[in-house]
């Protein structure tokens, strides 16, 4: 089946240490996103990318780096930076072609800081 | 600037009530508009969307209609179940634009 697939579901992280998390889909879609979820406050865009190689910042980029070498995949690294870091983080994808075509999300990775 | 607003939650209602979640959008040009539904500890997934101005989109008993003249996408379903507990998310994206507006959710709750 196709779809987007998050990993891991829970992630830890110690005070001044990096983590990465994981999107992958199968879907051919040439677009990805990165969006953080806080109870109350919808979801806010960290990063996006429309090709590979290539990718913009969203509304709250700072503390977070993203790459995107190959179509499939979208990883993002919550750096040391990033001060608050808990919260649920959400991948998306679509086609690039056609401005009516719905996000796809994976089911998530909830980031804590121990 | 772009932006969706839909109404605070929680709303809590029974079995077999009327929903309805309202949501109003400002955009230029003619966005597409789609309603998001999450289910506790997972993903979005997409419930219905809307292209142009009077397109009703509709899936499993949900219905919203993309009304221009009043920029709003309200959400209404006939009779609600247990099932239909979750948090709804209205969301836009411009005719020019790549980029995806989301309301703050409201969370629903169905009593028995």
């Known amino acids: 089946d196709g779809g987007i697939t998050q990993s891991p579901k829970y992630l830890f992280r110690k005070e001044g240490q990096n983590v990465t998390l994981s999107c992958e889909q199968n879907l051919n879609h040439d677009a990805m996103y990165w969006y953080r979820q806080d109870p109350g406050q919808g979801l806010r865009l960290i990063y996006y990318?429309?090709?590979?190689?290539?990718?913009q910042k969203g509304d709250i980029a700072e503390g977070y780096s993203v790459s995107r070498e190959k179509k499939e995949s979208f990883p993002l690294t919550v750096t040391s930076a990033q001060k608050n870091p808990t919260a649920f983080y959400l991948c998306?994808?679509?086609?690039?072609?056609?401005?009516?075509?719905?996000?796809?999300f994976g089911d998530g990775t909830r980031l804590s800081i121990l | 600037g772009d932006s969706v607003t839909q109404m605070e939650g929680p709303v809590t209602l029974s079995e077999e009530a009327f929903l309805t979640i309202n949501c109003t959008y400002t955009?230029?040009?003619?966005?597409?508009l789609f309603w998001y539904v999450q289910y506790p500890g997972e993903g979005l997934q997409l419930l219905l969307k809307?292209?142009?101005?009077?397109d009703k989109g509709s899936n499993k008993g949900f219905e919203a209609t993309y009304r221009k003249e009043t920029t709003s996408f309200h959400l209404e379903k006939g009779s609600v179940q247990v099932s239909d507990s979750a948090v709804y998310f209205c969301a836009l994206i411009p005719n020019t634009g790549n980029q995806f507006y989301f309301g703050t959710g409201t969370s629903l709750t169905v009593i028995p």
């Open positions: 990318s429309q090709i590979v190689n290539d990718f």
């Open positions: 955009a230029t040009g003619y966005p597409s």
């Open positions: 998306a994808s679509r086609p690039r072609q056609g401005v009516n075509q719905p996000q796809h």
């Open positions: 809307a292209t142009k101005a009077d």
